[in-house]
Each structure stands twice: as structure tokens, then as C-alpha cells.
């Protein structure tokens, strides 16, 4: 047994002095009655009876205090240890730097914008690895994939515009460090470029070709638009001008919009909440492949700070009842008392409210922290995973089902509800497996029978759209495949099941977890040939990997990763870069192309 906050235990000291201010101040009132009274007529005024209650009175008091601030120290016992396996993805974050950032159309700049939306994004984020590029004249890749956030954070913020000696906006150069970046890891996991831009560019028709590339490669760009209108660029005494004119930079998000749409990716809207950030994410765990990256254990503990909570309660009754009728004190924190003790019933509550909202990440996580105090509460992981699966984590959800059908008090449409997530995470074989399980249990059952036909198509019409393997496979020769081939044939896909359908917290409306889905995709389903998909089993062992084109990039000045070469530098450019580093703290310069507009 220990304390989970032992620092409540510190109040005891605190009671203690209080203790003995109690007792020093009875012995003065006793004091100062025997000076009034004579000692015969003392103990009629104040009889024993009276003296013995108020002590029992103080001394339930004290007491209480003391068993409520170990109540607060939180007592537990019982340690388990629970392996939570982490998954995520491959991401490279492309910041625009360019002086066009500094536009303030919003609050406190684009450039401010941008900083707060990726620190929004890494908090999302969970075992995804994070790359990141900078461009402005030039893109330089600033940092390979990496689980620290606490890095790139720290990097972001030190980025300045001043930085870049040529200015302009690279988004093309900066699409293809980002391909360079992803390219140099081969694991499985799902890739994507996501960028923060005001979207204006100098050289349209390279962007364009940029995209191509990465949607040749396999690898969608997500673009942020960040700034809202036309708008002067700040500067040091003024604004910016340009051969006599003052500069006004204009935000272009139709071209960011074009991007996300050659690629397969997505354009989000720069807001100011964090809701754009949320959308993204739920659109990057429907749309790419997450694999196993690392087992996380988690200490949990049965709590037993009811016990001592209990009985301070109870001795604040004591005293209260021992006391002249007039000390309505005592009674009012008793039922402050018992009002916290149903603290973790008011959780649940609040996990359903959130649900019913329709606030499924706080519902999410509400659900999750009850899960884990509670891991065989088959009831809890239905309630979390109905608020995955409208968040979009179609794998959490499907995780959740999985072990909720695996209890013995788990719900008779926990397999089917796991089957309709794993179909929209993209592993058609294990949600063929599911709803054969769930045949073999309830033979004829028509949505499973209808759900699992429409995923055997669809398995079918994958493996027709996959290529032959290359006729010469020892030539290291890897022929690039779009993974958008066949998505024109598309079936219906099977509807999950519906977790809206009632009140989580309200077993006369039907559990939302326990909901069957419509067999038929209705309108607006996602779709599930862009959702996260797992190679089946037809196919072919020689697929070329898509980023082997960029391979042969090199490095550029500086010698910073991925970047993209702009040529060999002078040596009077060297002579500045050495000049920029200081001891202990290196201060890094961009060089990038000569010429261009200075935004």
C-alpha cells in the first residue's frame, strides 16, 4: 500500500496545531469562568456532562479533518501492471517561413498561427513519428523522424523568417524534402506531408510538379491554410516594400487546396480552437496504416480513499449530533463529503455527457481512464469504443470491441461491431474473420451475411487491381505504384455499427456500442478504399516501394538532412555559416537561391 498525492499528509501537521489551540483556548474559557463564578456554583453552570461533550465534540472534529486529508492522500493497494501497445505513423511537418508569415490577418500572426497549430497537432499525436522542414527560398529538412516532441517544439520556436537569406516560398522544395525524409525509413506504417502555409507562391507550376511526385510516391500532403485576408507585411519600422510599393501579401488557399487534391490528402482552414487540428488527426487515423511501434506499461492501483472519507464523514455526524442544534457547520461539510465521495460515479456521468454532446474525444478519454481502473468492465470498453469510432480511430475502437467481446459479460454485437471498425481501419481479412464468427454463432444472421459478401467483393476487386510483380526482381528496379489504382470500383462498403443510437448512459435507450449497423453505406460513409489499409494476402511480394525515386536526393548546404541541394556554396558563405555558431548555442542561416521577391 502507498499514497498517490503523500503530500496531502501535511495537513495532519496543521490539525495538530490546531489541536493545541483548541485546548489552550477551552482551559482560558474555563479561566475565565472561575473568576466569574464561585467554584460551587461553577459546576452548575458548567456541569461535567457539558464538558465531556464538547471535548467528544472537538475531538470527532479534529479527527474527521484528519481521515479526510488521508482520504485526499489517496490510500491504494492492489499494483497491477497493464501493457498498452502504442501505434502510429510516419509525418513530416513542411512550416512556411517566408516573410509572408508575418502578415497579422490573424492573431498574432500566421506565422504565431502556424506555431500554435503544430503544437495543437503533437498533442494529439501518439506513438506517430514527426519529421520537419522549413522553407522559404529554399526547403531544408530540420529534423528526421523522430517520437520527441518536445524537439520539434523547441526547434519551431527558435525558427525565425531572418533566418533564410533568400526569401520566397519553396512549397515544391519543400514537398520533396519532406518525400526525402519519409523515403530514408521502410517500415510500413502510413506516411504523409502536412504543411502550414499561407498558400501564396512564386513559382505555381513547380508546386505542381511537386505534388505529382508525392502522389506517384504513395504519400498524401495535408495542407493547412493559415492568414484570412490581403495584408501588409510588418517589418521593423514600417512595412514591407517592394521596388517603391508596399508589399501585401495575399493568402492563396485554392493552390493548397490543389495540392491536398493531386496527392489524396486533405485542406483544413486555420481556426482558431483546436477543432481543426482534431479534424486532422481523425482524418490521418482513418486514412493511413498505424503499426505496433512500442509496449507502454502503466502502473494501476485499487484506490481506498473511500474508507477514510467514510469515516470522516462519519465523525462529522458525531459531532454535529453531540452539538447545542445550532452548529449547522458541521453538517454542511458532511454533505460536501459525501457529495465527493461519489466523485467517480459523477466521471461516468460525465464521460455519457460528453458522449451525448457529441464531444467523443473528452468522452474518449473519459472512458479510457475507467477502463484502465477497471480493465474487465465490459461496459466501460463498449462505451469507449462507441466514442472512438465516432472520433474516427477506427483501430481504437476496434481494439476496444475486441477485448470487450472477449469478457464473459461482453455484449452479443461486441464481434460485430469489432468486425464493421476493423472493415473501416482497411484490414478486410480480420473483419471477414469477425463476421464468419459471427455466422458461426447466429447461422443466417442477414447483416453479417450481407457485410461479410460485400467484404469478400471488395477483397476480390483489391487483388484484381494489383500488378504482376516485376519480371525482374534482382535488378533492384521497383516499378511505382499509385495506390489509388481500382478505387473506381468500388463497392458498398458495411455500414459499422451505429454507436449514436441512444443515450451511452441509459439502458432503456440502448446501449450505443450495442447498436447493428446498416449493412448498406448510406451517404457521406467514409470511404474505405482511402481508409488505413493492410496489404492482404494477395499482394505481391515484389511491390515496388514508392519513395525509391528520391532515394538519390542529396543533402544541401550545411549539411543539414534531406535537405535539397541549391548548389556548392562559396567560401565566403561558409565563412558566415561558421561565423553564425556560437559556443553553446548555434545560431543556423538558410541560404537558399539568389534572387526573388525579399517575401
Given at each position: ?21 483548541v ?78 508569415m ?52 523547441i ?41 502550414f ?36 507585411i ?23 487546396k ?73 453538517v ?31 468522452a ?30 477506427f ?15 461482453g ?16 484490414r ?22 450481407l ?149
Open positions: 500500500m502507498n499514497l498517490a498525492e503523500p503530500a496531502w499528509m501535511a495537513g495532519i501537521l496543521a490539525i495538530a496545531a490546531l489541536a493545541v489551540v485546548v489552550l483556548a477551552g482551559r482560558r474559557h474555563r479561566a475565565r469562568l472561575a473568576t466569574v463564578f464561585h467554584p460551587a456554583w461553577l459546576a452548575r453552570v458548567v456541569p461535567a456532562s457539558v464538558e465531556r461533550r464538547r471535548r467528544w465534540r472537538q475531538s470527532a472534529a479534529l479527527l474527521a479533518l484528519v481521515a479526510a486529508f488521508v482520504a485526499l492522500a489517496e490510500p491504494r493497494t492492489d499494483k497491477q501492471l497493464r501493457a498498452l501497445r502504442a501505434r502510429g505513423t510516419d509525418l513530416v511537418i513542411a512550416v512556411d517561413l517566408s516573410r509572408s508575418l502578415a497579422r490577418d490573424v492573431d498574432p500572426s500566421r506565422l504565431g498561427r502556424a506555431r500554435r497549430e503544430v503544437a495543437d497537432l503533437l498533442g494529439l499525436l501518439e506513438a506517430d513519428r514527426v519529421g520537419l522542414v522549413v522553407f522559404a527560398g529554399g526547403a531544408y529538412a530540420r529534423l528526421p523522424l523522430t517520437a520527441d516532441r518536445r524537439v520539434i517544439s526547434l519551431l520556436g527558435e525558427m525565425e523568417p531572418d533566418q533564410f537569406e533568400s526569401q520566397g516560398s519553396d512549397l515544391g522544395g519543400a514537398i520533396r524534402a519532406g518525400l526525402l525524409l519519409l523515403s530514408r525509413d521502410k517500415q510500413p506504417a502510413g506516411k504523409a506531408i502536412i504543411v502555409s499561407d498558400g501564396e507562391v512564386h513559382q505555381p507550376d513547380d508546386v505542381v510538379a511537386a505534388a505529382k511526385e508525392a502522389a506517384d510516391a504513395g504519400v498524401p500532403v495535408y495542407t493547412v491554410g493559415v492568414g484570412l485576408e490581403a495584408e501588409p510588418p517589418v521593423e519600422g514600417g512595412f514591407l516594400e517592394w521596388q517603391g510599393q508596399k508589399v501585401t501579401s495575399t493568402p492563396d488557399p485554392e493552390m493548397l490543389a495540392v491536398a487534391r493531386a496527392t489524396g490528402g486533405a485542406y483544413v482552414s486555420s481556426v482558431a480552437s483546436g477543432a481543426d487540428m482534431a479534424d486532422l488527426v481523425a482524418e490521418l487515423r482513418r486514412s493511413l496504416t498505424s503499426v505496433a511501434r512500442e509496449q507502454q506499461q502503466r502502473e494501476t492501483w485499487t484506490s481506498l480513499f473511500q474508507w477514510p472519507l467514510g469515516l470522516s464523514a462519519v465523525l462529522l455526524l458525531f459531532a454535529a449530533w453531540l452539538g447545542d442544534g445550532r452548529r449547522l457547520g458541521g454542511l461539510l458532511v454533505l460536501v463529503a459525501l457529495g465527493s465521495s461519489r466523485a467517480e460515479a459523477g466521471t461516468r456521468a460525465e464521460a455519457d455527457e460528453a458522449y451525448r454532446t457529441g464531444n467523443y474525444r473528452d474518449s478519454r473519459g472512458f479510457e481512464e475507467l477502463s484502465l481502473e477497471a480493465p474487465s468492465d465490459a461496459d466501460l470498453l463498449e462505451r469507449l469504443a462507441a466514442s472512438r469510432y465516432r472520433l474516427g480511430d483501430e481504437g475502437a476496434a481494439r476496444a470491441w475486441d477485448q470487450a467481446s472477449r469478457l464473459p459479460d455484449a452479443e454485437t461486441d464481434v460485430f461491431n469489432a468486425a464493421n471498425a476493423h472493415y473501416q481501419a482497411g478486410l481479412e480480420r473483419a471477414r474473420e469477425l463476421y464468419d464468427e459471427v455466422l458461426a454463432a447466429r447461422p443466417g444472421d442477414p447483416d453479417a451475411t457485410n461479410r459478401d460485400l467484404v469478400e467483393q471488395e477483397i476480390a476487386l483489391r487483388r484484381k487491381a494489383k500488378p504482376p510483380p516485376p519480371p525482374d526482381q534482382g535488378s533492384g528496379e521497383n516499378q511505382e505504384q499509385n495506390p489509388n489504382d481500382g478505387q473506381d470500383q468500388q463497392q458498398p462498403a458495411p455500414a459499422p455499427a451505429d454507436p449514436e443510437s441512444g443515450d451511452p448512459g441509459d439502458p432503456e435507450q440502448g446501449d450505443p456500442s450495442g447498436e447493428k449497423g446498416n449493412p448498406q453505406a448510406g451517404e457521406g460513409d467514409p470511404d474505405p478504399q482511402a481508409a488505413d489499409g493492410e496489404q492482404d494476402a494477395g499482394s505481391s511480394p515484389g511491390d515496388a516501394d514508392p519513395t525509391a525515386g528520391d532515394a538519390s536526393r542529396q543533402g544541401g548546404p550545411g549539411g543539414e538532412p534531406g535537405a535539397v541541394a541549391s548548389g556548392p556554396i562559396s567560401a565566403a558563405q561558409a565563412e558566415r555559416l561558421l561565423d553564425g555558431v556560437e559556443e553553446g548555442q548555434p545560431t543556423r542561416t538558410y541560404l537558399g537561391p539568389p534572387g526573388g521577391p525579399p517575401w
